[in-house]
């Protein structure tokens, strides 16, 4: 099953030591309230270990930096929408045609790249190329080319996969600002004009 493939992309890391795993929510609770309160380009590791009142060591031992602060926090909300891919209703999860779900993806992708562009943006620009070494982005890679090669069996559903979310990277949604609806609109017309050759749906 394709979705089995999925799983172990997105399995849940091993637990770790209860100190520990208290220091990263301290740590990653801390980082979530300054990023909503001062954005997240104008907070600093330091300003993080001084609110989550741990040793500046300790964030960056555990998190290197902003960016990995930044995967680390997306983490939680992005497994809300790996479970909803993999056991939610259709037409994002489950027992609906591979187009439908294409479709219901990159909907529902476009909206958590709006309620989260700057963390992501911060992640997927960390270094050249950080977005497609991101686990999350090969997990939205490999389900967009399962998909795709299921409703159109004749393409190379592995480079569109690539092409489907190109316009949903964090860098261009910031660089061209266009207000949420019209960047998904384009997103899915795209998406369709893959699946179909014409940008209208049904």
Do not use: C
């Not at 960390?126 to 299921?150: D, E, F, N």
């Amino acid at each position: 099953m394709p979705d089995d493939e999925l799983l172990k992309i997105g399995a849940t890391p091993p637990k770790e030591r209860a100190d520990a795993a208290r220091n990263r929510e301290k740590i990653l609770e801390a980082a979530a309230k300054l990023f909503e309160k001062y954005g997240v380009t104008r907070v600093s590791m330091d300003q993080v270990a001084v609110e989550a009142r741990v040793g500046k060591g300790t964030v960056f031992r555990r998190f290197g930096d902003k960016s990995g602060l930044a995967v680390a926090l997306l983490d939680d909300r992005e497994r809300e929408l790996q479970q909803a891919i993999l056991s939610g209703p259709p037409p994002l999860g489950p027992d609906a045609p591979a187009d439908a779900r294409l479709i219901a993806f990159v909907e529902a992708y476009a909206a958590f790249l709006d309620a989260n562009v700057d963390l992501i943006h911060v992640s997927e620009t960390a270094s050249p190329g950080a977005r497609y070494r991101i686990g999350s982005y090969q997990l939205w890679h490999r389900h967009v080319t399962i998909l795709l090669a299921k409703a159109r069996p004749d393409l190379d559903a592995d480079y569109l996969a690539h092409a489907i979310l190109a316009p949903l990277s964090a860098d261009l949604h910031k660089a061209l600002d266009y207000p949420s609806e019209r960047a998904a609109a384009g997103a899915v017309s795209l998406t369709r004009l893959v699946l179909t050759g014409v940008t209208s749906g049904p």
